[in-house]
């Protein structure tokens, strides 16, 4: 999916908004489990539930990985159902030497056929460069991420910069605004006017809004670019809003929440 | 598997070596490509052909994602097919917050029964911790990789130390040298001498010797601690030594190489 594209469906849906499918067998409504593919009956329904109020989806593959190959097959099942207009996203964090990057990126872009995955910057160029080669697909870098830990490396800090300023610097010289993105947490609202300084166009995954503490509007006042240029997770507070037979529709009223409040976002900052 | 257990294992087998499964259908002898799991088949006749010459099998998991749920199904195998006195490497490079990363840890400890998982060190303690809390399992953290791309971002300096230096510090008050290992190439052999004033007592994993360059008598020099501390990894220039139907003898007698060369470094540190 281009740039172009996912900015024109945020401006259609008046939603910048990515619901986490992060999903877990003990947290889904027990009447589920008696299906012969839980996670993907209730993938099925939330998606059901919420594609026309959110404009991407992100299964976490920890989610999947852990039940094994018949995790493989739910997630496999759950990319091909989500409808063509919606944004990917493998929220894998990988990265590994060039040839076996490679490997990943054909496991998500050619045979899951997902939009984009996320990659850990650890590794550096060549551990990078491998899923940017793909036409039309997209890295999502971590930049600056959610949790506490966080601190312990990202900060991290030579004479002028910090770690995930140069992480943000460096890989521009590898990628652009048409093929990566960064990962930035919500929970340091006040870092996205340093970090705007440096990828002004480019898309951030924005996770950490809702149960680890950021704040929307927060997000929005320092991070919003004229294209929008976010793309705000939300994975529990949406998925699992309810526990019963009406869990979909809880998350639909919860989507429906969040999207209201990213209209009117939208239109304060004058992007529709 | 205990530091005990595998320092007991090197000195029986007179071998510290790690050999990385990562089985590639495009690389293996074509007329495997007729059995039913092509991938299982390769690996079992590799680890018939070297277990009682290697300490360790590290396969990679992208070279089982790329196949989705039968690649997970082939891994599954493999690593119920791998002998218990041998120590077992998903190499997975993983890490993400604390939750995610406790799924994670389910997958690879639990479910398919890893001795040992690497992690990213990027997104800092929560990360990584979730991995520590399993008994007698093992993190190996990525510190300084043998790639190109570790200049970009693991050579990145504060005032007085590196990214991957730090790595090695912090990481120290997350676990001991009893459940923590570290990743670092073969590629940059004077880097081990600073690098075990950090950690002396831990085992490193090595790659990069072979096809990348390293040198395993530079390695040992400047690497090698009392108990060995070494884990140093061959891939392709074991399994596939051959490709044709003695592809398993050829591989076996490249791992005799390598091992006779390993039983000379260990007398010759006065290991064994």
């Avoid at 939009?115 to 551990?127: E, H, I, L, N």
């Avoid at 704040?215 to 240029?229: A, F, P, R």
């Amino acid at each position: 999916m281009t740039k172009q594209e996912i900015i024109h469906q945020i401006k259609l849906k008046q939603s910048f908004l990515c619901v986490g499918l992060d999903t877990d067998l003990s947290k889904i409504p027990t009447h589920l489990l008696k299906e012969k593919d839980p996670v993907f009956e209730f993938n099925k329904q939330i998606i059901d539930a919420t594609h026309d109020l959110c404009v991407s989806y992100k299964p976490n593959l920890a989610f999947y990985e852990v039940y094994g190959s018949k995790g493989w097959e739910s997630l496999q099942k759950t990319i091909e159902y989500i409808p063509d207009d919606i944004f990917t996203i493998a929220d894998a964090k990988r990265g590994d030497i060039g040839n076996t990057s490679s490997m990943y990126a054909k496991a998500f872009f050619e045979n899951l056929n997902f939009d984009s995955v996320t990659v850990a910057p650890y590794m550096g160029a060549d551990s990078v460069e491998p899923f940017l080669a793909f036409k039309n697909k997209w890295v999502i870098l971590l930049a600056l991420t959610s949790n506490k830990g966080a601190d312990d490396f990202q900060f991290f800090e030579s004479v002028d910069e910090k770690l995930f300023e140069k992480v943000l610097k460096q890989s521009k010289n590898w990628g652009n605004d048409e093929n990566l993105m960064y990962v930035v947490g919500a929970t340091r609202p006040e870092m996205f006017t340093e970090i705007r300084k440096l990828v002004p166009d480019s898309f951030l995954l924005v996770p950490g809004v809702g149960a680890q503490g950021g704040e929307l509007s927060e997000v929005c006042k320092y991070g919003m670019n004229k294209d929008c240029g976010l793309l705000v997770n939300s994975s529990r507070g949406i998925i699992y809003a309810g526990n019963d037979e009406n869990f979909a529709k809880k998350s639909r009223e919860e989507a429906i929440k969040i999207q209201k409040e990213m209209a009117i976002l939208l239109n304060k900052f004058k992007i529709i």
